[in-house]
């Protein structure tokens, strides 16, 4: 089974010029996957990496997924399951760094089905503005304590290869 963790936001670019901004952002090379332009990929971290813009999706309970343009996600499929130990950290890190410096806000979800955070800048006392998860009820400046918040949103199934 494959598991997809996706980080859906908005952005004032355009697609192409939103994906020169996060390859700057992050150090990588999302590229047109088989040909075609609106569906951008790349191998980062030793897993699936996608960025496209948000079609098809319907809102469903918490899940507002109409109400964001796009979406960056990283899939492991079956035979790269033994990268699942950092697919959450590493989505968590890229939505930490499109927020410090793209001033990015959004929802996290896993596999199209569970709402993981839903991101919204805030001022927090002691820190000034920064990055504020709504579902945890709490800030993002540390990256553990937060990687265990939303490690407890995560389904049981997923954790199989996790070693908690």
């Avoid at 469903?60 to 990268?83: C, K, M």
């Avoid at 939505?95 to 927090?124: C, H, K, P, W």
Wanted: hydrophobic share 40%; net charge negative; proline share 4%.
């Amino acid at each position: 089974m494959s598991y997809k963790i996706g980080y859906f936001f908005n952005y004032p670019q355009d697609l192409a010029q939103t994906a020169k901004d996060i390859n700057e952002c992050l150090g990588c090379s999302l590229s047109p996957y088989l040909g075609d332009t609106n569906d951008l990929f790349d191998i980062f971290l030793s897993m699936e990496f996608s960025f496209g813009e948000v079609e098809g999706f319907e809102n469903e309970g918490e899940l507002d997924f109409e109400n964001f343009r796009y979406e960056i996600n990283f899939r492991t499929a079956v035979g790269a399951a033994s990268a699942r130990p950092i697919q959450l950290p590493a989505i968590a890190a890229v939505v930490y760094a499109l927020y410090r410096r793209l001033g990015i806000t959004g929802i996290l979800v896993f596999d199209m089905q569970i709402l993981i955070a839903r991101y919204e800048e805030r001022d927090i006392p002691d820190w000034g503005k920064g990055l504020y998860d709504v579902v945890s009820d709490n800030p993002f400046v540390g990256f553990g304590a937060h990687l265990r918040l939303l490690e407890q949103r995560m389904p049981d199934s997923w954790c199989m290869y996790i070693d908690r």
